[in-house]
């Protein structure tokens, strides 16, 4: 199979495939609400056996929620605030800002601009936000590349979610499974940057797997019962699972394909933090099953959505990826349906650490 060579510009290798060069991940920080929250505290509500039954399957043992008045832009806000101190960037050298959350702090203005606002920056940096999920991080990635392409020299990738907010608590499906947490991400041009190879997919078929019916302006359809209320988030975790199985594994073996190397020649799997469960299913069928080849975290701060990625990189990849450069492929997926994935050499980084908001 032929694949594109890496060219200055934006390119494409087979269907669904971008090669971009000259852009390199500078650090990586992530914060996260509180004090972690034990499963004791939901069990309090759904009780102690259904709560072990969950677990059981999910893996996750601690998260964090946000406090009532704390927002994703909140964790987002202290997280670019910390990783432009530590990469001494003056904001004014900031050349655009993509927030990648699905919980805003208002319909409008896009929660980008609110952010544009308290770190300072120029006012010929562009700001916008991107409504997605699992997904978000390797989709904002790939814009926060494309933008560096265009001309511009740094960018701020905020993601970010507060997952909590739309739970209901008496759903055990959702109640134990997602924690709070915001990430900022430095991207910059580097003509000496190796390349990165990113490949996207959409099934907006089966968007209805994970979705808060009500709370936009489409009216819910009244006939439509709903075992939750409509304005938390249901999703259908079997539907989930069939696809996460059906698309994931082949979304890795196209991507390596894209850059003609096996699945060995991958230090490390970062995959977004469905379930416990879901990733060693995974990581089984890419021939990934260590930790130090498939890092999971899921067990500590639960999943967290688009934050998930950001998550490992500043935490349990931090002494690696500041220590020396190491080959990666990021892996996001869930709701849209939508999927994702980067593969290139990152690091090393200036800053990948986890600091409290």
């Known amino acids: ?10 390119g494409r290798s087979r269907r669904g495939g971008y090669v971009l060069s000259g852009v390199a991940l500078r650090g990586v920080i992530c914060a996260v609400p509180g004090a972690p929250v034990a499963n004791s505290v939901i069990a309090q509500t759904l009780g102690d056996q259904a709560v072990a039954d969950v677990v059981k399957m999910v893996g996750v043992e601690t998260r964090h929620w946000a406090a009532p008045d704390q927002t994703s832009a909140d964790l987002c806000a202290a997280a670019a605030e910390r990783l432009l101190e530590k990469l001494q960037w003056e904001p004014d050298s900031v050349d655009a800002l993509i927030f990648v959350t699905q919980t805003p702090d208002h319909p409008l203005p896009a929660s980008a601009c609110l952010l544009h606002g308290r770190l300072g920056l120029a006012t010929d940096c562009q700001a916008f936000d991107v409504n997605l999920g699992c997904s978000g991080y390797v989709y904002g990635l790939w814009l926060a590349a494309s933008l560096i392409q265009s001309g511009c020299r740094r960018v701020l990738l905020l993601a970010g979610e507060t997952s909590s907010r739309l739970v209901d608590p008496s759903d055990r499906g959702t109640a134990v499974l997602f924690g709070d947490a915001g ?62 199985l059906r698309e994931v594994p082949k979304l890795v073996a196209d991507t390596l394909a894209d850059a003609g190397l096996a699945g060995e020649a991958v230090d490390a799997y970062l995959l977004h ?85």
Request: proline share 6%.
């Open 183 to 244: 990430s900022a991400s430095a991207i910059e041009q580097d003509s000496a940057a190796p390349t990165l190879r990113f490949r996207m997919g959409t099934d907006g078929a089966g968007a209805g797997a994970l979705m808060v019916p009500q709370g936009g302006f489409r009216p819910v359809d009244p006939d439509r019962a709903f075992t939750l209320d409509p304005t938390r988030l249901h999703m259908d975790g079997g539907e989930v699972f069939t696809f996460t």
């Open 273 to 357: 933090q469905a379930n416990r469960f879901m990733l060693r299913h995974i990581g089984k069928k890419i021939g990934a099953t260590d930790a130090e080849r498939l890092p999971i975290n899921i067990d500590r701060y639960g999943n967290t959505s688009s934050a998930t990625i950001p998550l490992l990189l500043a935490d349990d990849m931090a002494e690696r990826l500041t220590a020396g450069a190491t080959r990666l492929m990021l892996v996001g997926f869930g709701v849209g349906l939508s999927w994702g994935a980067v593969l290139g050499e990152f690091g090393p980084l200036a800053c990948a650490e986890v600091i409290s908001a």
């Open 1 to 10: 199979m032929t694949t594109a060579a890496a060219t200055p510009a934006e």
